[in-house]
């Protein structure tokens, strides 16, 4: 019998993707959650769930106890860094020290923003926990330029930041990935996955309308601050990149 695998942020947009593919790899999860409800079948299998808030430290206790690997993805617009630190912390008191596997995000240091300094920060509690650990970095999910994409085309115009270059992925790819590096040994820092091309966000709003059938004019607008994202500092490093495209993502969505 394999002792369970923790995943934090398991309801999200990547670990809706996550914790089924743990599953089909014959793991036992265990999800830690706010709310503590039983949310297995969204998963369409037996999954535990522990109620916990890591930014409180309620509940991490009782969430590593016994786990193998933690795979840290719970994610926000504030608190990561201190969400990060409790649960390191907790992980490290164990007697199994469990492997702690982090998916973080291409360019973290390129971009000032509160988002970027705080994962950075959180990848730091990572390397100097007592644990052994992975850190990857992704580029940002289709998900997230389409709900973006979306939100701006309410506009009789819509505008973009001029220049701002993106590679980003499809999330079951980046669970795919992570699955490989949770059921692996520790490896430190493995190589940036992002999707398969480069655009801008210009052009990724232009392929939304067209799949939408929607005519309307972008604008792409030049905004301070912007500098390191249009020298590329978002794309990830290397040739390894995911399979499926932007179009084939829109399909799936709008078709």
Not at 61 to 77: D, E, I, P, Q, R
Not at 91 to 101: D, F, G, I, S, T
Not at 233 to 255: D, I, Q, Y
Request: proline share 7%; glycine share 10%.
């Amino acid at each position: 019998m394999t002792s369970p695998i923790l995943v934090t942020g398991g309801t999200g947009t990547l670990g809706r993707f996550l914790v089924p593919r743990l599953r089909d790899a014959g793991r036992d999860v265990r999800v830690l959650s706010r709310s503590g409800h039983d949310h297995g079948k969204e998963h369409g299998r037996d999954v535990e769930f522990v109620r916990g808030d890591l930014l409180t430290g309620e509940g991490i206790n009782a969430a590593v106890k016994g786990v193998s690997v933690v795979l840290h993805c719970a994610s926000g617009k504030k608190g990561d860094e201190a969400a990060t630190g409790n649960l390191v912390e907790v992980a490290a008191r164990q007697a199994a020290r469990p492997h702690l596997v982090y998916p973080s995000v291409v360019g973290v240091e390129a971009l000032s923003l509160g988002y970027f300094r705080a994962k950075l920060r959180s990848e730091q509690a990572v390397t100097d926990s007592e644990l052994p650990w992975t850190i990857a970095r992704f580029t940002q999910f289709y998900d997230y330029i389409f709900s973006g994409a979306r939100s701006m085309a309410k506009m009789p115009v819509v505008p973009v930041p001029a220049g701002f270059r993106v590679q980003p992925i499809d999330p079951d790819e980046v669970a795919a990935r992570l699955v490989e590096l949770a059921l692996g040994d520790p490896a430190g820092r493995v190589a940036d996955l992002g999707g398969p091309q480069e655009s801008t966000w210009a052009d990724m709003v232009r392929a939304y309308l067209r799949a939408g059938r929607r005519r309307k004019p972008v604008l792409p607008v030049r905004l301070p601050g912007l500098a390191k994202v249009r020298a590329g500092h978002l794309l990830p490093a290397g040739p390894v990149t995911g399979r499926k495209t932007w179009e084939e993502f829109l399909t799936e969505k709008l078709h």
